[in-house]
């Protein structure tokens, strides 16, 4: 095991050791942390473990000031006598380590390739600002500083903010069990607030028909049909082949997803699910069914020049339908949310769950807030009314 060599000062003494303790107040609680300096002049920072505020003994792990002050002193006592381990030294770089977890991910976790693509992204920006630094030597403090300051520069979002440290609490719970780092510096670092989002926009049915008929082709018209009465995700329709769609059974399996860069997929929840196929959509995809070619089972439905339809042009062609249409623009995504709130007030919230697709059920209770109460309402009115006035039992 590595040793701190015994420093001596120009008279033969042992180099000056000091030191303090320091309590930092987190989301998950208050952690005491030693910071001293060796006799090689060298500072330190260590995590020590969770403050103890209560009666007792302290359980494992967790200090009282006056067993913190204890530790402390233990540490400079070692490092006076020269007997103190020596840092944590992998020879790893924090870019060293992404590379890894990109690799982990890849490979062993399996992840999705769109996810990886994500990754990558959010991994570059890391590395640009961290890349150089020994893995061991990115402390609470680096990922505090350099989180504030790309929040003071750029502005994100508190959902951006929060995507990347989970990304770093992730690259560096593998970097403790690859490079056998003693702590995950993110275990410490605050995490801002997230609020679901509740609120969301969505088409009459009207309005879909509207936006169906400003379609600048047969095929597109399709698309915005299947999109807002059936619930596919933008990829899922992109990738929906002739044998997915079940005329008979009226339904639409939902095998897999596209994205550009990425290929075909597995769908966001990793595994397939069916969909019910309302006599409009059955009616809409028929017709499309009818053109010369590409009709085969293991033909797209939805059919670029060449392969798959292109996103972004489908993107650009749906915004330019809604104002030929006259209405407010919506994310393509929004086709998707009004088939929630349609499909929430004519079936229970398990089956739209399953429909949609979704792994927790928390994401389809949304739309619960646009299920129609009328039945509800009716119920509470007979409880009111009794001792109401003349002329509001008369208007009612």
């Known amino acids: 095991m590595i040793r701190f060599i015994r420093t001596q000062g120009n008279n033969g003494s042992v180099a000056r050791t000091s030191g303090h303790v320091k309590l930092r107040e987190g989301k998950r609680g208050a952690t005491w942390y030693l910071k001293y300096r060796l006799p090689d002049g060298q500072q330190i920072q260590q995590r020590l473990g969770r403050a103890w505020s ?27 006598r020269g007997e103190l381990d020596a840092p944590l030294a992998t020879g790893a770089t924090f870019a060293d380590a992404t590379a890894e977890w990109l690799r982990h991910a890849g490979q062993e976790r399996a992840c999705k390739a769109s996810t990886l693509t994500d990754y990558r992204l959010v991994v570059r920006r890391l590395d640009e600002a961290l890349g150089e630094v020994p893995i061991e030597d990115v402390s609470t403090e680096t990922i505090e500083r350099w989180r504030d300051a790309w929040v003071a520069r750029e502005q ?57 008929r400003a379609a ?56 397939g699910r069916s969909v019910p196929m309302a006599d409009e959509v059955a009616r809409s995809l028929a017709r499309l069914g009818e053109r010369e070619n590409y009709t085969e089972d293991d033909d797209l439905v939805f059919r670029g020049p060449t392969d798959h339809v292109n996103a972004q042009r489908l993107g650009s062609r749906y915004k330019a339908a809604l104002k030929r249409a006259g209405l407010r ?37 949304r739309y619960l807030h646009y299920k129609s109460r009328g039945d509800e309402a009716e119920l509470l009115s007979g409880a009111f009314a009794a001792g109401a006035p003349e002329q509001l039992e008369a208007a009612a």
């Open 329 to 365: 623009e919506l994310r393509f995504h929004d086709l998707r949310h009004t088939f929630g709130t349609i499909a929430i007030n004519r079936a229970d919230i398990i089956q739209v769950q399953a429909w949609m697709g979704h792994a927790d059920i928390k994401t389809t209770q």
């Open 156 to 212: 994100p979002s508190n959902r951006t903010v929060q995507k990347y440290l989970v990304v770093l609490g992730s690259i560096f719970r593998h970097a403790k069990r690859r490079y056998r780092l003693p702590a995950n510096p993110l275990d410490d670092v605050e995490r801002p607030r997230v609020r679901p989002k509740m609120e969301i926009d969505i088409l009459s049915a009207p309005e879909v028909w509207a936006l169906v």
């Open 216 to 271: 600048a082709s047969e095929q597109d018209a399709a698309i915005f049909l299947t999109a807002a009465f059936t619930g596919l995700r933008q990829g899922e329709l992109l990738a929906l082949r002739w044998r997915d769609v079940d005329f008979e059974g009226r339904v639409v399996r939902v095998n897999r997803t596209y994205k550009s860069g990425n290929g075909v997929g597995t769908p966001k929840s990793g595994k």
């Open 54 to 80: 209560g009666r007792g003994r302290p359980p494992a792990g967790h200090y009282t000031r006056r067993l913190a002050e204890e530790a402390l002193q233990a540490v400079l006592t070692d490092a006076r």
